[in-house]
C-alpha cells in the first residue's frame, strides 16, 4: 500500500496559479488511479479530478474544467495539479487519494469510496 504527502498549497490572489504535488511511496503507485479532492471549512468533501492508473484519461469537476489539469508521472511516483486561474471558492484543505478500483480500467472515480488511501491535505488559499 503507498503512502501519499502533498505539497505545494498557500495564499495566492485570485487570478493567480499554484501547483500541487502529490509524492507516493511503494513499488505499486502505477497501480492506482489517482484523483485529488478538497474540503471547505464547514462542508463535504468533494472530487476535483482524477487520472487513470496508465495516465491515459481524465476526468474533473465541471467547477474546475478549462482551469485545473491532473497529470502523473509513475516513474517518479508523483500525481500533479495546476490550478489556473483561481477563485476564491477554490479555497479548501486538497487532499490527493490512491484507488485500485479502477485499476486496469480506462476510467478513474470520482467518488471519495473509490479511494484506499489519503494524504495528510495542504492549504490552499485564494483571496479575492
Known amino acids: 500500500q503507498v503512502q501519499l504527502v502533498e505539497s505545494g498549497g498557500g495564499l495566492v490572489q485570485a487570478g493567480g496559479s499554484l501547483r500541487l504535488s502529490c509524492a507516493a511511496s511503494g513499488r505499486t503507485f502505477s497501480t492506482y488511479a489517482m484523483g485529488w479532492f478538497r474540503q471547505a471549512p464547514g462542508k463535504e468533501r468533494d472530487f476535483v479530478a482524477c487520472?487513470?492508473?496508465?495516465?491515459?484519461?481524465?476526468d474533473y469537476a465541471d467547477s474546475v474544467k478549462g482551469r485545473f489539469t491532473i497529470s502523473r508521472d509513475n516513474a517518479k511516483n508523483t500525481v500533479s495539479l495546476q490550478m489556473n486561474n483561481l477563485k476564491p471558492e477554490d479555497t479548501g484543505v486538497y487532499y490527493c487519494?490512491?484507488?485500485?478500483?479502477?485499476?486496469?480500467?480506462?476510467?478513474?472515480?470520482?467518488?471519495?469510496?473509490?479511494?484506499?488511501?489519503w494524504g495528510q491535505g495542504t492549504q490552499v488559499t485564494v483571496s479575492s
Open positions: 487520472i487513470t492508473w496508465s495516465g491515459s484519461g481524465t
Open positions: 487519494a490512491a484507488g485500485q478500483r479502477f485499476h486496469f480500467s480506462r476510467s478513474c472515480g470520482s467518488a471519495s469510496s473509490d479511494y484506499d488511501v
